[in-house]
């Protein structure tokens, strides 16, 4: 099938990855990234053979995408937690100023922004901060368990001399606290550091630099995925 890349603009997701195949006269649509992954690798995997090995959804490696996928989401309620009351950041980092996005949504979230931050606020609980200490708990013990796993040594997650799809899922939700340079890939500089922490709460920043100076071994990690195998500006 024919393949095209795409990303999605939308305040509602923000900018996502999105593939489109084409089968004959129609296009399909695959819009997560894991499921996109997934697709990649039972579609390409008789043609190019150990090329996709990086991308073999053992069950080991699935199970360590689902603990990063709550990772991720807890690290959505931290953000949240340090931003919700900043509104021009949310609004930068809801694409309400990017011409991608269509012009009626950009107005729509500008107008509904009190609206959107009660349900975000109930969604993630937070005015509750028994909840959110709970949430950074589960972050810090995540990212020792990876720590630890990095202590003997290992380039990479599963142990492997180059990355698969699970340092792929883990660093891409890490990049929110160790901010590291080319985080978009030169699609947005909303999240591109330094340029974006001029406009980040205090709150926020100190809890990544806390992070950052705990776990040293994770964020030269995460580091070094951004520096070597993250497409840079010119490349997209």
Same mark, same amino acid.
Do not use: C
């Given at each position: 099938p024919k393949l095209?890349? =795409? =990303?999605?603009? =939308?305040?509602?997701?923000?900018?996502?990855?999105?593939?489109?195949? &084409?089968?004959?006269?129609t296009w399909s649509r695959i819009g997560n990234s894991s499921d996109i992954l997934k697709y990649l690798y039972g579609r390409y995997l008789p043609e190019v053979g150990k090329s996709a090995e990086f991308l !073999?959804?053992?069950?080991?490696?699935?199970?360590?995408?689902?603990?990063?996928?709550?990772?991720g989401a807890d690290l959505q309620g931290w953000l949240y937690y340090r931003s919700i009351k900043h509104k021009e950041m949310c609004l930068r980092g809801w694409m309400a100023f990017d011409e991608r996005v269509p012009l009626y949504q950009r107005i729509?979230?500008?107008?509904?922004?009190?609206?959107?931050?009660?349900f975000l606020t109930g969604i993630f609980k937070l005015n509750s901060s028994t909840a959110f200490e &709970?949430?950074?708990?589960?972050? !810090?013990?995540?990212?020792?368990?990876?720590e630890d796993m990095l202590m003997d040594g290992r380039d990479f997650l599963e142990g492997g001399s180059e990355p698969?799809?699970?340092d792929i899922t883990f660093a891409s939700v890490s990049g929110l606290w160790?901010?590291?340079?080319?985080? =978009?890939?030169?699609?947005?500089?909303?999240t591109d550091f330094p340029h974006a &922490?001029?406009?980040?709460?205090?709150?926020?920043l100190a809890d990544a630099a806390?992070?950052?100076?705990?776990?040293?071994?994770?964020?030269?990690?995460?580091?070094?995925?951004?520096? !070597?195998?993250r497409f840079k500006e010119k490349e997209i």
């Open positions: 095209q890349r =795409s =990303s999605a603009h =939308s305040w509602i997701t923000g900018t996502v990855p999105v593939m489109h195949v &084409k089968h004959g006269i !073999k959804p053992t069950p080991e490696a699935v199970e360590m995408e689902k603990k990063y996928d709550k990772y729509l979230i500008r107008i509904f922004y009190p609206m959107a931050a009660r &709970k949430r950074v708990l589960r972050i !810090k013990g995540v990212i020792q368990e990876v698969t799809f699970v160790v901010m590291p340079q080319n985080f =978009s890939g030169g699609v947005t500089r909303v &922490k001029d406009r980040m709460p205090e709150a926020l806390e992070w950052r100076e705990q776990f040293p071994r994770v964020t030269k990690y995460v580091e070094g995925l951004y520096g !070597k195998h």
